[in-house]
């Protein structure tokens, strides 16, 4: 195992503007991937990086009266600035305008161009700035960008274009022979049917952006950004360059970790410029969920982003760490609330991890002076945990391998929930009032400080600032620690522990007055990235409620079907400031639905939301005819005479009834 290699890399991240909670998800668990990886005796590299051209970064710069290099300096000064806060341990931190990556995107660029791959042409489409992403319009949804849903324009400029058509087939094929490629597995189905659905060839160069790499031959083409960027994974080992020499070494990645918006460029494009280069494809891009804030997408411009600075600050970066790693479900979205923060904090590492170390030092100093041996005055109660403890390795190992973090986490405080079972059900307290019992005793604490110790070397890669603390209070040296990830086994751990009393590792949380000062944060927060607007008045009083409608039968009411639907594409109106043009599917068909809620959201806020609609009510047509709405979004009044939309979770399927 000393001569393995892995290699894993975060995606590269855009500086249009600080980072927030969501990036801070990604790049803590390739951390904590690489961290165990170290532990087991792999050659690690961990790459992460900024992707620092492109139209949006040129328009920031002159909006704010800086060059782009400058703009981008100072936003990447903050990104490394958080990934230090969050002591995540990258090997290798690259910038697309690193004068290397710049020479080596050069280089694949032209022997791409040579080999035929690249080709001079007309683009005359449809393009959307914020994805910076071409489309015709086929693959628009209803007008918009199918993957922001945001405006697109037209556009007609001289361009090059890589034959990313040329190698559908064999990008299908490679998904066949390769079933692992992409995870989780059900991402895959979405990588094919958007190549059966006609792969067109992708534009690679612009001549309407200077903020870019040029292309040598062609100095007025600027290499567009998804050539620019994704060959940040090799040129950062160096291919095409002489900065580095660890190509040979850890190519191909071992897995790529990504947002699961970026997976197509990743799993088609990524892979067809490596077929063309005659390159090796990496084993596994994984494509995870969101971490989301009420129920959407963080944004800057809400003003609805979690800053994990402010979070580490208060309750210290493994707290964080800790939350981010268990709370995100495998490959799917998760939900950010203070509540859940606190709750995390109080009932996994303060009640359970906290307080089961804390109890076994203090028992073990009180009945035997610190000192505990392994004593062969077993019973069989002990079995459950021991059982436990022995089995921790191989299903922490088992998940790690599947990328699954949280399933790793769960199975490691399984142990820690089972020993304070444990001291449960021996009652060392009891034990302790009699010298006859005082050898069961020793066993019970040594099992307890036995099963800490596991417990300890396991959570080395996710709680790194944690760890040593609590060894320090068993008294175990790195080695006592290291030793069980590299064996992957645990036996008989050690023959006897001396353990000293320590700090508190986790304080438990006021929750009622955490929630206050957090929710009084947010709302600072909110009001700062809204300061243009005029601040919402005091609520008034509920009036009594006048608009009850005549009373109904349950057999009525029965008949109205309302099933959860996932909205597919969303438009403002150009006839109507009140309406937005809604297309959801419903589980059998897709719909058109015209719902009045134009004041409070925007059409950004809803597509790949899913939300409840009367499924059932007769089509309705709507401004003159013109359009038919076939059904009703369900909303809630607020008290300030707006309105508010349930949304529902990845865990409630498309089609389902709601009841």
Known sequence: MENKKFYITTPIYYPSDKLHIGHSYTTVACDALARYKRKQGYDVMFLTGTDEHGQKIQDKAAAKGVTPKQYVDEIVATVKDLWKTMDVSYDRFIRTTDDYHVKSVQKIFTMLHDKGDIYKGTYKGM???????????????????????????????????????????????????????????????????????GLQDTCVSRTSVSWGIQVPFDPKHTIYVWIDALSNYITALGYGNDTYHDYDKYWPADVHVVGKEILRFHTIIWPAMLMALDLPLPKKVFGHGWLLLNGGKMSKSKGNVVDPVRLCDRYGVDAVRYFLLREVPFGNDGAFTNEALINRINTDLANDLGNLLSRTVAMCEKYFGGTVTNTPVTEPVDAELLDLVAALPGRVNDAMEALDVPSALIAIFEVVQRANKYIDETAPWVLAKNEETKPRLNTVLFNLCSALHVVTAFLQPYLPNTTPKMADQLGLSQEDLDVLLKEDTVGTVRSQYTVHKGEAIFPRIDVKKELEYLEAEDAKQKAAAQA??????????????????????????????????????????????????LTVFDGERERCILSGIAKWYKPEDLIGKRLAIVANLAPRPMMKGKYVSEGMIVAADTADGGCEIAFYGDNVPVGTRVH
């Open 127 to 197: 393009y959307c700035k914020p994805c910076e992403s071409f489309w015709t319009e086929a693959q628009l949804k209803d007008g918009k960008c199918p993957d922001c849903g945001g405006e697109v324009y037209e556009a007609e400029e001289e361009a090059y274009f890589f034959k990313t058509s040329k190698y559908a087939d064999r990008l299908l094929q490679y998904y066949e022979d390769h079933p692992d490629f992409i995870q989780p597995a059900t991402r895959k189905n979405e990588m094919i049917a958007f190549i059966k659905q």
């Open 532 to 581: 243009a607007a005029a601040p919402a008045a005091p609520a008034a009083e509920p009036a009594a409620i006048t608009d009850h409608e005549p009373e109904i039968s349950f057999d009525d009411f029965c008949k109205v079907e309302m099933r959860v639907a996932e909205v597919r594409a969303c438009e403002n109106l150009k006839e109507s400031k009140k309406l937005l043009h």
